[in-house]
């Protein structure tokens, strides 16, 4: 053999391998962001569960507790703003809201013994906080997907590609209120 076709071989060997890391690298990317976008698809279906829930659980507590209407007004106010929000941004801090007035809602069922005992309000407090649960394990897989994404568009060598394909950083779902970061506490 000559050494002009080693050489030639050798570059088409690093050509090959070159184009195979880049094609591996960009699956890669895709990948990581289509588990990003399910990892999102699942809080919305968990969210959309817990506001089918909470209409429920305000009538039921409407028929015990007539006076307290401003109450009930704010919880499906913050359940609409919640339901409307655009960015991961908006919607974790309507969420944020939405749960305050959720602790607001059944601290008011404390003063209403037969709402207490009433199987279809139990029934629902213990659908809400089980899905309150799939909730937050949702937000988890989420968050737990935008750093594993987030952190292979930004190492190198993969940043190279990231950045030719236009693969942006994606925000965390975070909850920003000190008293949101508690869980609700709920006793009867």
């Not at 002009?4 to 890669?28: C, K, P, Q, S």
């Not at 906080?129 to 949702?138: G, R, Y």
């Not at 937000?139 to 940043?159: G, K």
């Amino acid at each position: 053999m000559s050494a002009a076709l080693i050489v030639v071989i050798v570059i088409g060997v690093i050509l090959l391998a070159v184009i195979g890391w880049f094609i591996g690298a960009y699956n890669g990317l895709v990948r990581l962001r289509n588990q990003l976008e399910n990892a999102w698809a699942q809080i919305d279906v968990q969210l959309k569960r817990r506001y089918d829930l909470i209409p429920n659980l305000v009538e039921t507590v409407k028929g015990y507790a007539k006076h307290e209407r401003e109450t009930l007004e704010k919880v499906i106010q913050a359940r609409n703003m919640a339901m409307n929000a655009k960015t991961i941004g908006e919607r974790a801090e309507a969420e944020n809201i939405l749960t305050g007035t959720l602790k607001s809602l059944f601290a008011v069922s404390e003063a209403y013994p037969d709402l207490k005992a009433n199987q279809n309000f139990l029934r629902l407090q213990e659908e809400l906080t089980s899905t309150e649960n799939k909730v937050a394990f949702s937000r988890q897989f989420y968050n737990d997907s935008v750093q594993q994404f987030n952190t292979s568009i930004q190492v190198f060598p993969t940043n190279i590609v990231a950045g030719m394909f236009s693969f942006a950083r994606r925000d965390f779902f975070e909850v920003k209120e000190e008293a949101v970061r508690e869980a609700p506490k709920v006793s009867f």
